[in-house]
């Protein structure tokens, strides 16, 4: 069965400081890899996608994530954050893109000014 | 993009009353659309695959007696939590995936439905 561990429960950074979220994931191929955000009792904006080809994924809103098959990681990152990125961010995975996703457990994201 | 509503957006009901949340597609059709609930602080959990003309598919420990799910037509599943208790409380999200390449595969999420069982 597929999993996703995102291991930082909570990130602060400073507006206009660089972010990396962290996120592993265990399957047994090569699976579909999703960012998504979410704000405060909203439903999900998906920020980036990775089926195959270029491992570094360019996504909405300045993000970029790298997927790494050697650390079956799919990190996300954005060189510079602004106030209104403070949300919870999910990683998650799926086996077929379309189909059922299997989500981390979410990164709280707190942007000081 | 693709957009996918849910109505109502609140609701709180007395317990053991059934509710029942709508998921609607509202430009494109699916086939099949997803059922997840979300408990505050904590991530989406999958509870059910609705499949337009057949039963849904429940994940393990969900009770399909309790949580009716109806793929009625190819833009619309409902949820019905039938007989709720307050640990029924939760926010409810559907999802539904386009089709197509894979390359264009994505699955649209719904705004959710904050129900509290009083």
């Known amino acids: 069965a597929q999993s996703v561990t995102q291991p930082d429960i909570h990130i602060t950074v400073s507006e206009g400081a660089s972010l990396e979220l962290r996120c592993n994931y265990s399957y047994g191929a090569t699976p579909y890899l999703f960012w998504y955000v979410q704000s405060p009792g909203q439903g999900l904006q998906l920020l980036l996608k990775y089926f195959s080809g270029d491992t570094l994924v360019q996504g909405i809103k300045g993000f970029e994530a790298e997927f790494k098959r050697s650390q079956s990681s799919f990190n996300l990152r954005k060189p510079s954050v602004h106030w209104s990125d403070a949300a919870e961010y999910f990683c998650?995975?799926?086996?077929?893109?379309?189909?059922?996703?299997?989500f981390g457990d979410g990164t709280t994201l707190t942007v000081k000014p | 993009g693709a957009v996918v509503s849910q109505h109502p957006s609140r609701v709180i009901c007395k317990s053991g009353t059934s509710v029942k949340i709508e998921c609607r597609s509202l430009d494109f059709q699916a086939t099949t659309m997803f059922w997840y609930r979300q408990f505050p602080k904590q991530s989406l959990m999958l509870m059910a695959t609705?499949?337009?003309?057949?039963?849904?598919?429940?994940e393990q420990g969900v009770e399909k007696d309790k949580f009716l799910i109806n793929h009625a037509s190819l833009t619309l599943s409902t949820l019905t939590v039938t007989s709720a208790h307050p640990e029924d409380s939760s926010f409810y999200i559907c999802?539904?995936?386009?089709?197509?390449?894979?390359?264009?595969?994505?699955?649209?999420f719904g705004p959710g439905t904050r129900l509290t069982v009083t």
């Open positions: 609705s499949n337009e003309g057949s039963k849904a598919t429940y």
């Open positions: 998650a995975v799926s086996p077929t893109g379309a189909g059922k996703s299997t």
């Open positions: 999802s539904a995936p386009t089709s197509g390449r894979p390359s264009s595969y994505e699955q649209y």
